[in-house]
């Protein structure tokens, strides 16, 4: 059986009449830009995170990007995050012209280490930039706690975590702010790039959605230095609609989550994602770890199951932060994680006969190795 690693279509069929009318009654009104669905979406998510605002931005990058700028950060100061991340989290904060500064992950997770952490802090470090990698809650209490101790912001990197929950809260309400992605295969995806971000401080909130409109609140006034980076109306109302299915998709993500879980326990090899406890996680991506897995990603691509690789080269080996100076071993729970990682297929509606015909290869992948 093929199994894809995503399929868009299957998941946002039933919703395409919805959304062409949608985009009808955009094209009607000819309000490409900042139309009513604009702001009709940012309520809707306002609502479902509970916090006091988010701006709609063109994409996730700029999310964090703009949102670093507005909270004064920018030449001289340093930013911490992961090394095992999408490349736009550290591409964001040079955006903003600040220093980006990797930490390790934490032993056997994915997320950042506190501890290490507050080890490449300096007097320059102004923010931290923990991800919820895969759908998976980072370590928010003691995160909140060193940033607290030494005063730093904290910005929420929920790119594959949106409907997530930590100790009960939404993560992306935890942080001073935090910043989406909704690049098309995101738990809530555009119609093509698209971002936001959210903060319970309203001036911050302010502040983003002018640098987004080049530096200005009203046409033809530019108060500060801003760029274009707004949300297109079309997007707007389309993920309008996508929102209210969110939760019903990730729980459909999370069942999926637990089907590989089960079935995947018989191979001690292999280690399955582990969720914090009084987590809930949203499965953007499912990742299992394993020594040899690029032997198991070709066994199972050549079997027409599609997998994945979130991320095979850590941050800090790519050759544009050669100039940092870190050497191959200098940060080794990500690095060993980028070596181990394989993403299985994750969407909302994968069957659980793919479920069982990835994991029944997984099983014939050992056998085979067995018999060598
Ligand atoms: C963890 C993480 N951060 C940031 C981004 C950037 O988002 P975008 O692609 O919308 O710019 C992504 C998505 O690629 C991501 O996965």
């Known amino acids: 059986m093929n199994v894809p690693f995503v399929d868009l279509h299957r998941q946002l069929e039933p919703l395409l009449p919805e959304i062409q009318d949608a985009f009808n009654s955009v094209i009607e009104r000819c309000a490409f830009i900042n139309g009513p669905e604009v702001k009709a979406f940012e309520k809707k998510m306002t609502e479902y995170l509970g916090l006091a605002g988010v701006c709609s931005l063109s994409n996730g990058t700029h999310a964090l990007a703009l949102t670093l700028q507005a909270l004064g950060i920018g030449p001289g100061d340093e930013v911490i995050t992961v090394p095992n991340t999408a490349f736009p989290t550290s591409e964001a904060i040079h955006l903003a012209g600040a220093e980006v500064v990797f930490a390790d992950t934490a032993p056997g ?19 931290i930039i923990p991800v919820h990698l895969y759908g998976i809650p980072a370590d928010m209490d003691a995160l909140m706690d060193l940033a607290e101790k ?67 609140e009203e046409k033809y006034t530019h108060l500060i230095k801003g760029t274009n980076s707004r949300l297109d109306t079309l997007k707007a109302a389309q993920l309008s609609i996508c929102l209210d299915h969110l939760d019903e998709w990730n729980r459909q993500r999370r069942q999926a989550a637990a089907l590989y ?22 499965w953007h991506v499912y990742v299992i770890r394993y020594t040899r897995r690029d ?35 200098s940060l080794p729970e990500a690095e060993a994680a980028c070596q181990q990682v394989l993403s299985l297929p994750m969407f909302p509606s994968i069957t659980p006969a793919e479920i069982q015909a990835v994991c029944e290869a997984v099983g014939q992948f050992f056998e085979t190795e067995k018999k060598k």
């Open 295 to 329: 032997k198991l990603a070709d066994f199972l691509n050549q079997r027409g199951i599609k997998t994945g690789l979130h991320y095979p080269l850590p941050l800090h080996l790519q050759p544009v932060y050669g100039y940092l100076g870190l050497a191959a071993g």
């Open 150 to 216: 030494h005063r730093l912001f904290v910005v929420e990197d929920v790119a594959q975590a949106q409907g997530a929950r930590y100790r009960g809260r939404l993560v992306g309400t935890i942080g001073h702010a935090a910043c989406f992605s909704f690049f098309p295969s995101k738990n809530l995806g555009a119609f093509g790039d698209g971002g936001a971000m959210a903060s319970d401080d309203t001036e911050l909130v302010k502040k983003v959605r002018m640098l987004a409109s080049h530096g200005r």
């Open 261 to 282: 879980d089960e079935l995947l326990q018989p191979y001690e090899e292999i280690i399955r994602p582990r969720v914090p406890q009084a987590c809930e996680a949203v």
């Open 109 to 127: 997770a994915f997320s950042l280490d506190p501890a290490a952490a507050e080890q490449v802090m300096t007097s320059r470090t102004r923010a």
